[in-house]
Structures are given as structure tokens and as C-alpha cells.
């Protein structure tokens, strides 16, 4: 199938270990963050999200951290599986205007080796 | 359906021709969104519809794109005179109300091949 995308960094892990992927966003008066996973051939797919009065938030098996210091959101996933390679995207929405305008980051490619 | 559905899924034009991509959104979801993803890149806003209301079209690249969502539900996004740099994958997504997420469904996409 067709590839999500060729020129993106890569993350590989092996099965069982954890995950981080890392993400620098640029609008400080964004007030909501989601990650989204993205698998060849399919849409996004919401993963979690935080909004920017926090600074953790976690769900099944994925964590995300938010630093408004430095413009910094993580996604880690514990116990990394074969079904988590995709290509992860990190999403600011602005908290004005077009609300519901989601802005992507480039995105990280994971590849979960067996 | 219980999805985002995008039709067709791929398509092809020559330089010149005119596109129209379809999106079925949610049943029941009052807001659409379109996005373009060009290879090796996250998506990027084109346009957003609540209801039959285009409500923020500032994304759309040139006045060779245009969408439409006349009856609120179904929305076509079309392209006059396509270029070699529109070809993408043209996303939609829908929400049921106020784009709040986490309920912005995206669909499986079109994507769009210019020769």
C-alpha cells in the first residue's frame, strides 16, 4: 500500500520496550493538544489528548506530556506492539477564530521490531 | 454508515481537468472539515462547514478550490484546472458539534495523482 510518509524521522523500537515521541509546537496560546496515529492507506486516528492547563494525561497504555515552557508535547506508549507502527502526528488547536482548526506537526514514523 | 466516507478513493487527472471529491461524514455530525496531506507531511487545514455554512475557507490554496455542503450533510470538494502540486491526499473529517474533539473523525482520504 501506499506510505504515509517516505522522508519523516523514524523511531524504532523493539516489542515489549516503551516509546516517546517527541513534538515542538509553535502557537503558545493553543489551548488543546491531540496526537494522532496514522497508518498507510487510513486517516488519522485520535489517540489522546490534553488540554493546555495540564501537564500529564494519561490513557491505555499512552501517556502525554505537555510543557508549555518550552512548546514541548510527548506521546509515550508503554509495551510497544507490532500494531503501534504507524506514523504519529502531534495537533495544536488554537483556543480563537476557527476553533476546531486542527494545526499537524510534521510527523514520526515508529517501527516496532520484533 | 458508521465511518467517514471518502469517494473515490483514488483518482487520477491530467493537468487541466477538473475534480470533484465526495465526503459522507457522520451521520448526525454538524461540523466538516477538509484537509490536504501531501506526501511525507501532517495534514493541512482547507476548509470548515458547520451545518450548510462554510464557516473559514482561509486554508483553500487557490480560487481553483472550492467545496460545497448544500444540504449539510454530504460536502464535495472540487478542483478547477488541477496542477502537478495538488496532488495529495485530500482528507475529510466530521464532528457533531462545534469541532470539539474527541470526536473529529477523519476519513480514509482521496488521494489525488496529477500527470
Known amino acids: 500500500g501506499e506510505s504515509v510518509g517516505l522522508h519523516l524521522p523514524t523511531l524504532s523500537v523493539q516489542e515489549g520496550d516503551n516509546s516517546i515521541i517527541n513534538c515542538a509546537y509553535s502557537n503558545s496560546a493553543s489551548d488543546y493538544f491531540i496526537w494522532y496515529k496514522q497508518e498507510s492507506g487510513k486517516g488519522p486516528q485520535f489517540i489522546i489528548d490534553i488540554r493546555s492547563n495540564m501537564d500529564k494525561r494519561q490513557g491505555q ?9 518550552v512548546k514541548h508535547l510527548s506521546l509515550q506508549i508503554a509495551a510497544t506492539q507490532p500494531g503501534d507502527s504507524a506514523v504519529y502526528f502531534c495537533a495544536e488547536k488554537g483556543s480563537s477564530g476557527t476553533a476546531s482548526k486542527l494545526t499537524f506537526g510534521t510527523g514520526t514514523r515508529l517501527q516496532v521490531t520484533l | 454508515g458508521a465511518g467517514v466516507s471518502q469517494s473515490p478513493r483514488y483518482k487520477v487527472a491530467k493537468r487541466g ?10 451521520s448526525g455530525h454538524v461540523s466538516l472539515f477538509w484537509y490536504q496531506q ?9 476548509t470548515y462547514f458547520q451545518n450548510e455554512a462554510q464557516l473559514d475557507k482561509s486554508g483553500l490554496p487557490s480560487d481553483r478550490f472550492f467545496a460545497e455542503r448544500p444540504e449539510g450533510s454530504v460536502s464535495t470538494l472540487k478542483i478547477q484546472r488541477t496542477q502537478q502540486e495538488d496532488s495529495a491526499v485530500y482528507l475529510c473529517a466530521s ?7 474527541p470526536g473529529y473523525t477523519f476519513g480514509s482520504g482521496t488521494r489525488l495523482t496529477v500527470v
Not at chain 1, 497504555?61 to 515552557?69: A, E, F, G, I, S
Not at chain 2, 481537468?17 to 457522520?26: G, N, S, T
Not at chain 2, 501531501?38 to 482547507?46: N, R
Open chain 2, 17 to 26: 481537468q477538473d475534480v470533484a471529491l465526495r465526503c459522507d461524514p457522520i
Open chain 2, 95 to 101: 464532528s457533531p458539534r462545534g469541532g470539539r474533539v
Open chain 2, 38 to 46: 501531501a506526501l511525507g507531511q501532517g495534514p493541512e487545514f482547507l
Open chain 1, 61 to 69: 497504555r499512552v501517556t502525554v506530556l505537555l510543557n508549555k515552557t
